[in-house]
Structure formats: C-alpha cells, structure tokens
C-alpha cells in the first residue's frame, strides 16, 4: 500500500512526527556508523531523503524527466511497489501511474539502463531509478524522493546546494551561542 505524502505549497507532511523532526535537525548523528542505538535506521532512511537535494542539480545522472519532477512537485508516496531488486522495503517515491493504480500491471521490460557499459533491461517495478543512461518509459520507474523535496525549487549547481547547506549551517551555530 501506499501512503499519500505532500510537501511544498503550504501542505503538511502527512506521517512526520516530532521524533523525525528531531532527527532532521541531527544530520550528523543520522549518518553515525557507530551509533547503534534504537532508530537507527529510520535516521538513515531520513538522511538519506536529503540526497533529493542533490536530483535536479546539473551536475547529476539524474534522468531530466527525474529532475523535473522533484522541481516541479513534492507529492510522494510511501511504498514497496518497487520491490525487484529491492524486496519487502518500503520507499518514497515520487507519485506516477504506478503508484495510483489499484491494478498490478505485468513487470515486463519497460526501459533499458546502461551500467559498467553494458545495456541492461529494466522491469516495471524495478528498484532502479532513472538516469541520463536510461530510455524507456522512465515515467513508470521508482522516482526515489525524500523530505526535502519541498525545499528543491529550481535546478542548480552542487557549489550553490552546497554554499545554502553552509549558509544554514552557520546561522543555526551562531542560533545555539546565543542560547
């Protein structure tokens, strides 16, 4: 099953509570090898949503339909459509036709992907996602999007996410000496 998520435009992140709010503004002990407490792995699953940041950039194999889409909207599902390769694990994705539908569709080869320069095909459900290398039907293939698709406004270059990541950084240290 799928559980509906929206972000941008004013909308309330549906399933965020304050536990993952918290882990949000813990980046560091999110990515923590050595930290084996209880959630780890949602602090992973939560750090990893902030690669979205990183999709539309130009400097990303991204495919464009992929990165038009995180700029475009924030509207993603939580499910485990997307199982081949990937079993049993739930997952955000962007929404598509896929995920909207009340029918299992057959996984034939929908796409074909370039990896290690071989052609490999690709099924509907796939747990791949699309990149400059893939043809097909992109537009059913698992869109990986995480929370922070909401703050992803336009396309630029990783130095510019990067110099907002710092920017944030320093006005949030320079918050914590006030206090």
């Not at 799928?2 to 536990?19: F, S």
């Not at 509907?124 to 039907?137: D, F, K, L, M």
């Not at 630029?156 to 920017?167: E, P």
Request: glycine letters at 6%; aromatic letters at 6%; hydrophobic letters at 35%.
């Amino acid at each position: 099953g799928a559980q509906r998520q929206r972000g941008r435009h004013g909308d309330d992140l549906v399933g965020r509570d304050d536990e993952e709010a918290e882990m949000l503004d813990d980046p560091l002990a999110a990515v923590d090898p050595h930290h084996d407490s209880p959630g780890r792995w949602e602090r992973l699953r939560v750090a990893h949503g902030r690669r979205t940041l990183f999709i539309p950039t130009r400097e990303s194999a991204a495919h464009p339909l992929f990165k038009n889409r995180v700029v475009a909207a924030c509207d993603t599902v939580v499910t485990s459509l997307f199982e081949i390769g990937w079993p049993a694990r739930p997952h955000r994705v962007l929404r598509n036709a896929l995920t909207e539908s009340s029918e299992r569709h057959p996984a034939t080869f929908i796409a074909t992907t370039t990896v290690g320069g071989q052609r490999l095909p690709v099924p509907r459900y796939s747990a791949t996602a699309p990149s400059i290398r893939t043809e097909g039907r992109v537009d059913e293939m698992a869109m990986y999007c995480g929370y922070s698709c909401e703050r992803v406004t336009a396309a630029h270059s990783v130095a510019s996410v990067l110099t907002r990541f710092r920017h944030e950084f320093e006005v949030a240290l320079a918050r914590l000496e006030v206090t």
